[in-house]
């Protein structure tokens, strides 16, 4: 599904969280997007039949607004309200417009999770990855799914900051009852400006698959 999302044509492992997702949970199963942004993987899970809640805390991201693009150039840009409401899935979403870390959601635990590059913000770096990845994992039900991708460190600078980190590192919080299904991490590659990175620039990314064992 094309979203028209800022971010639609960056690398990204959500293929494989979405064939998990088919695979382990219910048809109207209900997914948390943690950054959710402008719609990149709401729209999809939502068109697929998947009741979704979607926290983001970037007013530009839910409400739109304008963007500078790479080149310079100014445009404005739906925010994912808007494309819901473009798209008729308005109904199979709730927004969330909240600090993930400060949200105090009520009902009951979600059957899957997926969060995309969110950590890594400078904005969170005052917070430790422990405390993000753990609240995700409170925040899904027994035998529920766990997916997300994340930068892994090249520069120097990189190497010091745990929020850049690697599969490896990431599964030492996935014991107990949980089983990690599938990592995966691609070599560094180079990827187009967009908003908010004007220019061309390096990443390397890693994804982490995992499912709550049953009580």
Not at 124 to 147: E, I, K
Request: charged share 20%; aromatic share 8%; net charge negative.
């Amino acid at each position: 599904m094309q979203t028209q999302s800022l971010w639609e044509h960056t690398l990204t492992f959500f293929p494989q969280f979405l064939a998990a997702l088919k695979e382990r949970a219910a048809p109207d199963a209900t997914v948390m997007v943690v950054g959710a942004s402008d719609g990149k993987f709401v729209l999809p899970l939502a068109a697929a039949g998947y009741q979704v809640v979607a926290v983001e805390h970037d007013p530009l991201a839910l409400h739109g607004g304008e963007v500078i693009l790479p080149g310079g150039n100014r445009a404005h840009a739906m925010g994912l309200l808007d494309r819901l409401k473009l798209e008729s899935l308005h109904d199979r979403v709730q927004i969330v417009e909240e600090d993930f870390l400060q949200w105090e959601p009520s009902g009951t635990p979600c059957d899957a999770i997926w969060t995309s590059c969110s950590w890594h913000y400078s904005a969170n770096h005052h917070r430790p990855l422990a405390d993000f990845v753990t609240r995700m994992q409170s925040s899904v039900g027994q035998s529920g799914l766990y997916g997300a991708e994340f930068m892994m460190p090249i520069t120097q600078r990189q190497q010091v900051i745990e929020h850049y980190t690697s599969p490896e590192k990431l599964r030492r919080h996935f014991i107990g009852d949980w089983d990690v299904l599938l990592t995966l991490r691609t070599n560094e590659f180079t990827e187009r400006a967009h908003i908010g990175q004007l220019q061309d620039h390096t990443h390397r990314m890693g994804l982490l698959l995992a499912a709550r064992t049953p009580s």
